[in-house]
Nanobody, 122 residues
Framework: QVQLVESGGGLVQAGGSLRLSCAAS????????MAWFRQAPGKEREFVAV???????TYTDFLKGRFTISSDNAKNTVYLQMNSLKPEDTAVYYC????????????????WGQGTQVTVSS
């Protein structure tokens, strides 16, 4: 049983920044990875970034260095720092618990948060 709760979303102007948080409870962060996905209106859910227990991370090419994933294992929390936000970043952002398989696939994750809305105005 793993529960994930995202927070930190909101409305920002293009070029602004937000930091998302994902608080995990239950049996998580135990030799597993945590990831961020996002889903824009009418679009499929897509991979953003993933971080493993040791702090190693992988990012999608879409963000081009603007986002940074980090974690605090003692707090069972993962973060997504988003800088230089663009209108195309507008989406619901979800954190997810890795269950195995390739990091880039949504089907490699077994638990998901409820999502937090990020809206970037132009």
């Amino acid at each position: 049983q793993v529960q994930l709760v995202e927070s930190g979303g909101g409305l920002v102007q293009a070029g602004g920044s937000l930091r998302l948080s994902c608080a995990a409870s239950g049996r998580t962060f135990s030799n597993t990875a945590m990831a961020w996905f996002r889903q824009a209106p009418g679009k499929e859910r897509e991979f953003v970034a993933v971080i493993n227990r040791s702090g190693g991370s992988t990012y999608t090419d879409f963000l081009k260095g603007r986002f940074t994933i980090s974690s605090d294992n003692a707090k069972n929390t993962v973060y997504l720092q988003m800088n230089s936000l663009k209108p195309e970043d507008t989406a619901v952002y979800y954190c997810a618990h890795h269950r195995g398989g390739i990091y880039f696939s949504r089907y490699s994750y077994d638990y998901w948060g409820q999502g937090t809305q990020v809206t970037v105005s132009s």
